[in-house]
């Protein structure tokens, strides 16, 4: 196997675990609850409960869906880098290094695909045949 093909196997891995637990430990609690979360989640910009849960719900559900995919990566990391930082930043200021580390280390994760990209192992792309 050359570098390249390490190199994509490496991408798909910080793609697929990056995404699953975003999506996993955040999205889905709010997708499925949605409700709930209606009456908990934090509103930093006043936008409305509703309008800041269903961005909440694209950056976290969406967004790691089309990262998994491999489709619009470096877009798709775009609204998560967001959210991460207005949670970190705005919403959660007063949280250590030590209560912030998962976002801290989902931050590294989406920023790191956002310069590098996808890499060539996504859905629909065709590989070459090695003959």
Known sequence: M??????DLGLLFLRASGALLLLWVHGLPKLLNYSEQLKLIEDPFHLGATITLSLAIFAEVVCPL??????WVRWACVPILAVLLIALLVVHPEWTLFEAQFGWLLLIVFTTLLISGAGRLVLGQRQPVNP
């Open 66 to 71: 089309l990262i998994l995919a491999g489709v």
């Open 2 to 7: 050359n570098e390249s093909k390490y190199q």
